[in-house]
């Protein structure tokens, strides 16, 4: 079994900056890839960043290219996805999500979060 919590979002200007923390509480040591996927109003659940289960590699939205980075602490059993150069067009419920394979598509990923809200304003 499998939980996740996210925290750190918030409402912030355009062209700041928020950290978003993912707690992962589970029963086993095995690691998991894990994501982060954010979904606007009225819109599909989209990829924003993955990171397979070492750490070691990490794939990107184009969209969030060279201003968002996806980090984790095994050690810790926590993911973080630092996030600058926000932008208006960053508002979104953000999901922190583990699965047995780093993926950009929600049905490679098991296990969910309930989302943090991050609200960017001008």
């Known amino acids: 079994q499998v939980q996740l919590a996210e925290s750190g979002g918030g409402s912030v200007q355009a062209g700041g900056s928020l950290r978003l923390t993912c707690a992962v509480s589970?029963?086993?040591?095995?690691?998991?890839?894990m994501g982060w996927f954010r979904q606007a109003p009225g819109t599909e659940r989209k990829f924003v960043a993955s990171?397979?289960?070492?750490?070691?590699?990490?794939n990107y939205a184009d969209s969030v290219k060279g201003r968002f980075a996806i980090s984790r602490d095994n050690a810790k059993n926590t993911v973080y996805l630092q996030m600058n150069s926000l932008k208006l067009e960053d508002t979104a419920v953000y999901y922190c999500a583990a699965g047995g394979i780093m993926g950009v598509t929600t049905n490679r990923y098991d296990y969910w979060g309930q989302g943090t809200q991050v609200t960017v304003s001008s």
């Open positions: 589970k029963s086993t040591d095995t690691n998991y890839a």
């Open positions: 990171v397979t289960r070492s750490g070691s590699i990490t």
